[in-house]
């Protein structure tokens, strides 16, 4: 049986935002395009420090536990004006 080895991308978005902030420094604010609870801690810590601009979320499913964050902290980028903007259409 063959099987393909999953990678832990979660953990290297982490891993790599947390060594910017420790080492780099050299943004502004950070922005993430997901809805996985996976990433409700680091949420949770960037608004903490003032480190969050938003975070997006690509569908309307996204975790009910974003829901406690204030909206200025995130946009459903599925929402048809949002989307309209965003959207890339060929000419």
């Not at 060594?19 to 810590?45: M, P, Q």
């Not at 499913?61 to 060929?90: A, C, G, H, M, T």
Request: glycine share 2%; with cysteine.
């Amino acid at each position: 049986m063959k099987w393909k080895k999953k990678w832990n991308v979660d953990v290297d978005i982490v891993f790599e935002i947390m060594r910017r902030l420790k080492d780099e420094k050299d943004f502004d604010n950070i922005v993430l395009v997901s809805g996985d609870w996976d990433y409700i801690k680091l949420v949770n810590y960037l608004i903490e420090n003032n480190c969050l601009k938003k975070i997006l979320f690509p569908n309307s499913f996204f975790s009910s536990l974003y829901r406690k964050l204030q909206p200025k902290y995130w946009v459903n980028l599925s929402l048809s004006d949002i989307r309209k903007k965003i959207e890339y259409k060929k000419r």
